[in-house]
T-cell receptor, first 117, second 113 residues
Framework: AQTVTQSQPEMSVQEAETVTLSCTYD???????LFWYKQPPSRQMILVIR??????QNATENRFSVNFQKAAKSFSLKISDSQLGDAAMYFC??????????????FGKGTHLIIQP | DAGVIQSPRHEVTEMGQEVTLRCKPI?????LFWYRQTMMRGLELLIY????????DSGMPEDRFSAKMPNASFSTLKIQPSEPRDSAVYFC???????????FGNGTRLTVT
């Protein structure tokens, strides 16, 4: 079974600064997908970014980018120019490419991101 | 374009009562997932369906939990009888498959007293 580990229960950053959230995972599979989700206090789960394991290029979505290191099984999220609205729980998630895509996501425990004004 | 719709948003019930949570997935999505979120255990996958068929229910904690998907646009998660330790936020999510992201509903916060 796959596991996802987020070693930082909480991170704090000054508004407009850059912060990196860490995520490692354990799998014996070679093909899979990785995601970062954001959960603000409203508890809505919002997709931030997606990465295919077979792609070497790191995914980017506006101020959000990832550093995907397949050999190290590492998938960190970088948030540039942090804004107050970025304050939330951030979850790293793994999805197998087996099973025809019908498998669910395996989540890490989450990192609580605090933005200091 | 409507997202995943869950009802109710909040549910408060007494121990021993039956609870039914409802979910309408995004039209065209062929996979549906039920998750439970607690502080202690985080997000746990309870069960998922593909084309309305239950594929894996190994995450369902006990026989008190059951889930159905009678058609492509509706699913229920039932707890009977409910217990205080079932208190959690229950999410429904849907996906179009093959590595696509899961789209989550707003969740149901269940409190069992």
């Amino acid at each position: 079974a796959q596991t996802v580990t987020q070693s930082q229960p909480e991170m704090s950053v000054q508004e407009a600064e850059t912060v990196t959230l860490s995520c490692t995972y354990d799998t014996s599979e070679s093909d899979y997908y990785l995601f970062w989700y954001k959960q603000p206090p409203s508890r809505q789960m919002i997709l931030v970014i997606r990465q295919e394991a077979y792609k070497q290029q790191n995914a980017t979505e506006n101020r959000f980018s990832v550093n995907f290191q397949k050999a190290a099984k590492s998938f960190s999220l970088k948030i540039s120019d942090s804004q107050l609205g970025d304050a939330a729980m951030y979850f790293c998630a793994y999805r197998s490419a087996l099973g025809g895509g019908a498998d669910g996501l395996t989540f890490g425990k989450g990192t609580h991101l605090i933005i200091q004004p | 374009d409507a997202g995943v719709i869950q009802s109710p948003r909040h549910e408060v019930t007494e121990m021993g009562q039956e609870v039914t949570l409802r979910c309408k997935p995004i039209s065209g999505h062929n996979s549906l997932f039920w998750y439970r979120q607690t502080m202690m255990r985080g997000l746990e996958l309870l069960i998922y369906f593909n084309n309305n068929v239950p594929i894996d229910d190994s995450g369902m904690p006990e026989d008190r939990f059951s889930a159905k998907m009678p058609n492509a646009s509706f699913s229920t998660l039932k707890i009977q009888p409910s217990e205080p330790r079932d208190s959690a936020v229950y999410f429904c999510a849907s996906s179009i498959g093959w590595g696509s992201p899961l789209h989550f509903g707003n969740g149901t916060r269940l409190t069992v007293t």
